[in-house]
């Protein structure tokens, strides 16, 4: 059996799970990472994406985080989400109008650099609305 860590999923809302788990996979800026119990000490950046939650009683719970980063431990980790929603929850007009809303943003840019970041969020959230509200 996997042993169990600590798992903390916080938005400014919400406190969305703070459970004993045995295995997150969050959606790292770099790519996916799966974290397991003992996980050399990291930190990481954190993209729009889904993140799957195997709680100990080996239940999977899924949510959907908009950015933020995750402190991870051998002990636990928590994932500091700028906003996030369970999977269940998230409805394809809710992603629409973050979707339109960054579209607005990126044609009031004010530097190339903001311009960038917001084109590459726009992107994430776009590949978000097929994986996660398919049409």
Same mark, same amino acid.
């Given at each position: 059996?996997?042993? @169990? ?5 916080? *938005? ?5 799970? *703070? ?8 959606? +790292?800026? #770099? ?5 397991? +119990?003992?996980? +050399? ?14 709680? +100990? *009683? ?12 995750? =402190?991870? #431990? ?21 992603? /629409? ?9 990126? =044609?009031? @840019? ?9 084109? /590459?969020? #726009? ?13």
């Amino acid at each position: 059996m996997a042993e @169990a860590f600590n798992f903390e999923l916080v *938005s400014p809302e919400r406190l969305l799970v *703070s459970e004993k788990v045995t295995e997150v996979v969050i959606p +790292a800026t #770099l790519g996916e990472m799966t974290v397991l +119990a003992n996980h +050399a000490p990291t930190m990481t950046t954190i993209k729009p994406g889904v993140v799957s939650v195997k709680l +100990a *009683s080996g239940h999977v719970n899924k949510y959907v985080v908009f950015g933020g980063f995750a =402190d991870i #431990l051998p002990t636990g980790c928590t994932l500091l989400a700028e906003s996030a929603v369970p999977a269940s929850e998230l409805t394809h007009s809710t992603l /629409q109008k973050r979707i339109e809303t960054t579209q607005g943003e990126i =044609d009031h @840019a004010q530097n190339d650099e903001h311009k960038t970041k917001l084109e /590459q969020f #726009l992107a994430e959230l776009t590949h978000l609305n097929g994986i996660v509200v398919p049409a």
